[in-house]
């Protein structure tokens, strides 16, 4: 049988804000939004990256299990967007489970729930759900697509007691609207298995992949929040 690969972008060994403890972290490669203050432009294109197996991957992983065992950490696969390889991060995290390491998984949601992902959530200890904008129209705005299946997403997670993690990306100008962030904390307490609320500030620091990919970054002129912004928006969500 031809060994299933997944394309990578980029690996991280010692990770300490994506998931709980220290992570190794796997970028996938491929993304199907079009976020505005994307920082990992070069993520985007599914033909780029490098092909691993479950199995290299896992070595490479193996050699850090004793700081995840120590610090409460495990393996978070993220992006671009992992979904769109969710038959490679099944694989994967089926293995990591075997092996009992902690498994989570940063995406959008922004699919339709179906028979493949709920195999892989059957292998997810927790989901890191970025939702990107409470408001659709502003959803659209900003990421090319709706939040329709996002939000869908989050309900299912709910339904099925998965642990949660809601990520929002404050951006001036576009996500710290004190309506949206009111409407944000409105939605998520629907949600039964949220975990944990993460503000996560907007930086430019992405910004030369778009300009080497010769792209236009059109959030050229937006800084990045600041102190009192972040807290305010903190207090708004109820994590202040």
Known sequence: MEKLLGRI???ESFG???GPGIRFVVFMQGC?????YCHNRDT??????VTYTADELISNILRYKSYFDNSGGGVTVSGGEPLLQVQFVTELFKKLKELNIHTA???SGNFPISKEIKELLNYTDLVLLDIKHI???KCIDLTG?????TLEFAKYLSNNSKDIWIRQVLVPGYTDDKFDLQAL???????????KIEILPYHDLGKFKWKELGQVYALDKVSPPSKEEIDNAKRILGIL
């Open 145 to 149: 697509v709706p939040n329709t299946k």
């Open 135 to 137: 408001n659709n129209e």
């Open 16 to 18: 300490t804000v994506d």
């Open 105 to 107: 998984l940063d995406t």
């Open 44 to 49: 985007w294109d599914m033909n780029s990256g």
């Open 9 to 11: 972008h980029s690996t």
């Open 185 to 195: 904390k409105k939605f998520i307490e629907t949600l039964s298995s949220v975990k």
């Open 32 to 36: 199907h939004l079009k976020c505005k």
